[in-house]
């Protein structure tokens, strides 16, 4: 692979830096613009993103101030083409009282791009930084944070990992995952797939049409979940199922055979349960599930190793 650096300026608009490249990789030309640039923080501030076809990884640090690093990548054989098609993707930076507002856009969206493009952000924040995120056609990464979250996402990839605090999210078309959370914690997911392992806090999910897979920690204060034409699994990773109240609504519930299942209600397709742990914890389980199955099963994935802040 050959790479030639082609033209260095600043892109006085954003307070950044502008980095154009061109490479030739098996009979296609790269166009890359690398748009960097740093915010002061303090209490207070938050980032708004909203990302168009893009992929969003949000981390950590300890410095007090906010590191945003854009790229956008444009492939097509003919460079002038990618050159050209680059070129009308732009990145817009505000700042509105103490809330940074970033997003990408197209300057003519009517003009249907004949190039590979791909934009990624790279953003670098302190761990108590709000973050609110908008993501349509893209993916979201998202880990090491505590404080408030927002995200909304539209075909969209989400992963979360080792979060705390208090999370709003709300996805179409694009499934979750995340492993060590805690906090008040609320999900909305429409045709979405959701995994979510080693919970703790407060949690209120609800799905349509997909499949849910929850397995809470110690942690766990309150769950309540509410499924419509969705599959429910609840894990439980030492293999012992907790305390829950459950409900299915013309579906079919699976549950250990050797768990004390107490029978609340069973007739005209509704059938509810109540199942007692005898286990120290403190947390309320409550599922409904209409038109889906509700499997209770034992925890076979391995999780993920690295630092846990609570």
């Not at 296609?28 to 909203?50: F, M, N, R, S």
């Not at 990302?51 to 956008?72: H, P, Q, S, Y």
């Not at 995340?178 to 949690?203: C, H, K, W």
């Amino acid at each position: 692979m050959s790479r030639i650096l082609l033209f260095l300026f600043v892109l006085p608009q954003v307070g950044g830096m502008l980095l154009a490249q061109e490479d030739l990789i098996q009979d296609l030309q790269v166009v890359t613009k690398t748009i960097e640039d740093t915010y002061a923080y303090h209490p207070g501030v938050d980032v708004a993103v909203e990302g168009e076809k893009a992929e969003i990884f949000v981390e950590t640090w300890d410095r007090d101030e906010i590191n945003v690093r854009l790229e956008m990548v444009a492939k097509h054989p003919q460079i002038e083409t990618a050159r050209e098609e680059i070129e009308n993707l732009i990145f817009i930076t505000s700042r509105e009282g103490d809330r940074i507002y970033l997003r990408n856009k197209r300057v003519d969206p009517s003009k249907r791009p004949e190039s590979e493009l791909y934009v990624y952000y790279y953003i670098t924040l302190p761990e108590e930084c709000h973050v609110y995120l908008k993501s349509h056609f893209g993916a979201a990464n998202i880990s090491n944070l505590r404080n408030r979250q927002r995200i909304f996402g539209e075909n969209t990839q989400i992963n979360i990992n080792n979060v705390e605090g208090m999370m709003d999210i709300n996805t179409r078309f694009g499934d979750i995952l995340g492993e060590r959370l805690d906090g008040n914690v609320f999900i909305t997911a429409r045709r979405s797939d959701v995994e979510l392992y080693d919970i703790g806090g407060n949690f209120t999910i609800n799905s349509q049409y997909g499949e849910l897979r929850v397995s809470p920690n110690s942690q766990l204060a309150d769950l309540q979940i509410n499924a419509d034409r969705s599959d429910v699994y609840l894990i439980d990773p030492e293999g012992r199922p907790l305390s829950y109240n459950l409900s299915s609504t013309y579906g079919e519930m699976v549950l250990p055979d050797e768990v004390p299942v107490t029978e609340l209600e069973s007739n005209d397709g509704v059938q509810r349960v109540r199942i007692e742990s005898g286990r120290e914890i403190h947390g309320e389980i409550m599922v409904s599930v209409s038109f889906g199955s509700l499997v209770i099963e034992k925890q076979a994935r391995a999780l993920r190793s690295g630092r846990r802040r609570f």
